[in-house]
């Protein structure tokens, strides 16, 4: 997982240099993102809250130096420690940088229901980023704290949504969600945060794994 995060990040802060506050057209960015990391159960992961906080700072700095208004909606299972190490298994909601715990039952109903909001809320010029960092299924599927969930109906969800998307699915066979039938191959995602007269409207994804890929958490000691 640790692998996806630094290429994107170093693709992400290469692709700054161009940006500037002089630029801003007036749209905004919007970064949805769920990490579990099943604490204290035989699935515990880490890494993945970790992940979910670089990509925020990251996308963060990204919609500042497009001069774009940036929106956060987190929705966490575990907490991190000042030394970034998992302590617990809490759920929380994080909304614009305001956290609220809530019940572990709820996780999915949140998360649908923000997707559901956004839809409404956002327009055209608009940028959804939507995150997952957990664990996957080999049919596609992702566990949502203890929950299986189909990854089909999030991502009908993210299809409701009208304006651009960038789709970041870490886990294992998460290419299993990309539809390959007329997909274009080229990771041009930086240019979502060109001046929206010179985007289209697409989406794009990022997939950790291939189909029938495993996802591995890469340390600075591994050999890679």
């Known amino acids: 997982m640790r692998m996806l995060l630094f290429l994107l990040l170093t693709l992400m802060s290469l692709s700054s240099c161009s940006f500037g506050p002089d630029s801003s057209d ?14 204290e159960t035989q699935n515990q992961l880490s890494g993945t809250l970790c992940d979910q906080y670089w990509m925020d700072r990251q996308f963060s700095f990204l919609a500042d130096c497009a001069g774009a208004e940036y929106h956060n909606v987190l ?13 617990s298994g809490k759920c929380f909601l994080t909304v614009d940088n305001v956290r609220t715990e809530i019940p572990k039952d709820s996780f999915i109903d949140k998360l649908e229901a923000k997707l559901k909001n956004l839809a409404a809320a956002v327009s055209s010029d608009d940028i959804l980023i939507f995150h997952y ?46 539809d390959e039938e007329g997909s274009d191959s080229r990771t041009d995602f930086a ?22 890929q495993l996802s591995y958490s890469v340390t600075l000691d591994d050999s890679v």
């Open 75 to 87: 929705l966490s299972q575990g907490e991190l420690n000042s030394s970034f190490t998992d302590i």
């Open 133 to 178: 960092s957990g664990h996957g299924a080999a049919d596609g599927s992702l566990l949502l704290t203890d929950k299986v969930y189909d990854s089909d109906r999030l991502l009908s969800l993210l299809d409701s949504i009208s304006c651009c998307k960038l789709i970041l699915l870490d886990c294992c066979y998460s290419a299993s969600n990309i």
């Open 191 to 212: 240019s979502l945060f060109r001046p929206y007269e010179s985007r289209q409207t697409r989406t794009w994804y990022i997939a950790a794994a291939q189909k029938d």
């Open 26 to 39: 007036g749209y905004s960015v919007y970064l949805v993102s769920a990490a579990c990391n099943y604490y």
